[in-house]
């Protein structure tokens, strides 16, 4: 106990040190879905509908190409007939990661088990200089 009760700031320092070592794999598990790459292998090798979860505005200013605009406002009602087939993989998309994993677990309720969020949204698609459409 003495040594602890000496040394309390080297141990302080230790465990602080130890938590920012931490801290990249801790944010790593909070950032979830896929990346841009790997989603445009499951689009093109699984055929994934890819639904953009933005208001009307923020689609025509850029989107996906290809992508469906369901807004997540709306996702519940209108996701069912845009998208027929629960056993296609599902990626939603929004401007920076945020609706769209929060619109996964909306969807998993629906039925849609293949589902992810693209992980930093367009943003991320846009810097890894893939296509976006417009309109």
Not at 39 to 49: I, P, T, W, Y
Not at 57 to 71: I, Q
Not at 111 to 127: I, P, V
């Amino acid at each position: 106990m003495k040594f602890i009760i000496d040394n309390w700031m080297l141990i302080s320092v230790a465990l602080f040190s130890g938590a920012l070592l931490l801290w990249p794999v801790i944010q790593g598990a909070a950032v979830s879905g896929v990346d841009p790459a790997t989603a445009v292998q499951l689009m093109n090798r699984e055929k994934a509908v890819v639904v953009d979860v933005c208001d009307a505005g923020e689609f025509a200013a850029g989107h996906v190409g290809g992508a469906k605009n369901v807004p997540l406002a709306e996702l519940e009602k209108k996701l069912p007939g845009v998208v027929k087939n629960k056993a296609l993989p599902l990626i939603l998309v929004c401007q920076s990661g945020a609706r769209s994993a929060r619109a996964v677990a909306a969807a998993k309720q629906l039925g849609y088990e293949k589902t992810q969020s693209l992980a930093g949204g367009l943003a991320a698609w846009r810097a890894a200089n893939l296509p976006v459409e417009k309109g």
